[in-house]
T-cell receptor
Framework: DGGITQSPKYLFRKEGQNVTLSCEQN?????MYWYRQDPGQGLRLIYY???????QKGDIAEGYSVSREKKESFPLTVTSAQKNPTAFYLC????????????FGSGTRLTVV | RKEVEQDPGPFNVPEGATVAFNCTYS??????FFWYRQDCRKEPKLLMS???SGNEDGRFTAQLNRASQYISLLIRDSKLSDSATYLC??????????????FGKGTKLSVKP
């Protein structure tokens, strides 16, 4: 079955560490996105990529980095510069353009300990 | 004015009730509209797209009013399984370029026996 896979499901990070969240899709979608969701809050866009080897900052990119070396993969690194990283991270993909909506992965719940 | 606004609820309704959610959006140039459903601690899932002429999918009816810039979702004959948070989603299309989808914070629905 085609879909979008995020791993790990739960992640614990110590203060000062960088961590990388994985996002892989086999939907042959061109566009991929990373969102952050805090309790009781809406989704906020971190980074997005419309095509391989290209990506743009979203509304809250500070403290995060991404790469898009393959169409299928869009990993997100949460760096130590991100002051409040505890959140639910959602990766999404779309066929391109916003006409069809986004398909989401099941998310990674990151907790700083 | 916020880009996408929804009443956060919660809406507490008995099984079998009809319930309606509204959502307003700020960008008159927006072209794509969706309702997503998000269960607790899960990823958002596309419920339905919203078309200019209005559309229906079983017990769910979506309407778009471009003049007033609002979208509605009507759920008839509510089921316990309809309990979730419903997200209003709009693309922000500025200057002819395709914008990303903007997610409202969601309206929480709780259907009681």
């Amino acid at each position: 079955d085609g879909g979008i896979t995020q791993s790990p499901k739960y992640l614990f990070r110590k203060e000062g560490q960088n961590v990388t969240l994985s996002c892989e899709q086999n939907l042959n979608h061109d566009a991929m996105y990373w969102y952050r969701q805090d309790p009781g809050q809406g989704l906020r866009l971190i980074y997005y990529s419309q095509i391989v080897n290209d990506f743009q900052k979203g509304d809250i990119a500070e403290g995060y980095s991404v790469s898009r070396e393959k169409k299928e993969s869009f990993p997100l690194t949460v760096t130590s510069a991100q002051k409040n990283p505890t959140a639910f991270y959602l990766c999404a993909s779309s066929i391109g353009g916003e006409v069809y909506g986004y398909t989401f992965g099941s998310g990674t719940r990151l907790t700083v300990v | 004015r916020k880009e996408v606004e929804q009443d956060p609820g919660p809406f507490n309704v008995p099984e079998g009730a009809t319930v309606a959610f509204n959502c307003t959006y700020s960008n008159s140039a927006s072209q794509s509209f969706f309702w997503y459903r998000q269960d607790c601690r899960k990823e958002p899932k596309l419920l339905m797209s919203v078309y200019s002429s209005g559309n229906e999918d079983g017990r769910f009816t979506a309407q778009l009013n471009r003049a007033s810039q609002y979208i509605s979702l009507l759920i008839r004959d509510s089921k316990l399984s309809d309990s979730a948070t419903y997200l209003c989603v709009v693309n922000m299309n500025y200057g002819g370029s395709q914008g990303n989808l903007i997610f409202g914070k969601g309206t929480k629905l709780s259907v009681k026996p």
